[in-house]
């Protein structure tokens, strides 16, 4: 009994926590790299072409996204397997187009707001009838500058 | 007895100073590897909508690069079936006109290209021809701007840009799609 008892008092209890702060960053990291940055969640599937000619997207905060696909197989027993527009994060139609674009407008400063540019996620597969709808919707709504959305293809 | 608090002591400090390291090594491994989605696309600029019909405007043939895309993605430019790799060359070789030939465009500035597709036509044929006009545009102010002031288009300055825009601008009209192939 007192042999046992020699034994345990003589050890020092204090575990060193030098390594404690690693194990949050390590956590930190684990998280940083699992989360996606996207607002929007996508319900279409959008493959976009490939293309050369391509010009970079400036500043995010001027830019508003209008997507067009089929809808994802869990929205196709209601929405059908025609290809839909989304904006923001919800299926619309085509007459959604100025309020969703004045919505991002009245965020935007107004010395800015000249430069504001609709990026059109479209995928590949889409016919351009619904494409050419959006088109003139924009146009309608005094949106001019308009990106099309591709991936970059190494040109030879 | 000494014995036993000699390992005790050993098992008890365990040098954690590498920890660090390893935390950095993790997080430098992570910072290379990371690839930040970038946006990147065709930028166009969509002509003003008005409500009245457009005047029709006379131009001469020889001005004006008609392309056609039709339903099932096939390509007539100017009256002959093309297909999308010969689209640059041809362009350039109309909006250019180097031999000064009597059925090209007069000069780039008075050259028209004139975009025309059905509403069956792919988005993805779409994109692939008005990439390949554009390409043909920013070749040949390329090659302007090297002519001129020696240096590639977008290494000038943005007055010496305008002057290569206003020798070669860009002309693209593009046609109300024919109501042919919708898809339902």
């Known amino acids: 009994m007192s042999k046992f008892n020699k034994k345990r008092g003589k050890s020092s209890p204090a575990i060193s926590t030098a390594s404690l702060p690693d194990i949050i960053f390590m956590l930190l990291f684990f998280f940083m790299v699992v989360t996606v940055l996207r607002d929007t969640e996508l319900k279409v599937q959008v493959n976009t072409p490939f293309a050369t000619e391509l010009t970079k997207l400036e500043k995010k905060s001027l830019v508003n996204f209008l997507y067009i696909g089929k809808p994802n197989p869990e929205f196709q027993d209601l929405y059908g397997s025609k290809p839909r527009l989304q904006l923001g994060d919800k299926f619309s139609s085509v007459a959604d187009i100025p309020l969703f674009l004045e919505k991002h407008k009245v965020k935007v400063p107004e010395a800015q707001r000249d430069a504001i540019t609709s990026s059109l996620k479209v995928d590949g597969k889409v016919t351009m009838g619904i494409v050419q709808d959006v088109k003139t919707e924009l146009r309608k709504s005094g949106q001019q500058k308009v990106n099309y959305s591709a991936k970059r293809k190494e040109s030879f | 007895m000494a014995k036993t608090s000699l390992r005790d002591r050993i098992s008890n400090e365990i040098n954690a100073g590498s920890m660090a390291d390893i935390a950095f090594l993790l997080l430098i491994f992570f910072l290379v590897t990371t690839t930040i989605e970038e946006d990147e696309g065709i930028l166009v600029r969509l002509p003003p909508w008005s409500e009245e019909e457009p005047e029709t405007q006379k131009l001469r043939e020889r001005n004006v690069f008609s392309v056609l895309v039709n339903a099932s993605n096939q390509l007539l430019v100017r009256g002959e079936v093309t297909n999308v790799a010969s689209l640059k060359q041809r362009a350039k070789e109309f909006i250019r006109n180097p031999q000064a030939r009597e059925d ?12 025309k597709n059905d509403r069956g036509t792919s988005y993805e044929t779409y994109i692939s021809v008005y990439n390949e006009l554009q390409a043909a545009y920013n070749e040949l102010r390329n090659e302007e701007a090297m ?9 000038l300055s ?10 070669i601008p860009m002309i693209l009209s593009e046609a109300e799609p024919t109501a ?3 898809e339902n």
């Not at chain 2, 090209?104 to 975009?115: C, M, N, Y």
């Not at chain 2, 002519?147 to 290494?155: H, I």
């Not at chain 2, 943005?158 to 020798?167: K, L, M």
Request: no cysteine.
């Open chain 2, 180 to 182: 042919f192939g919708e």
């Open chain 2, 158 to 167: 943005s007055d010496q840009r305008q002057v290569v825009r206003n020798t």
């Open chain 2, 147 to 155: 002519r001129r002031f020696g240096k590639q288009y977008e290494n």
């Open chain 2, 104 to 115: 090209l465009a007069e000069s780039p500035g008075k050259a028209i290209v004139s975009l």
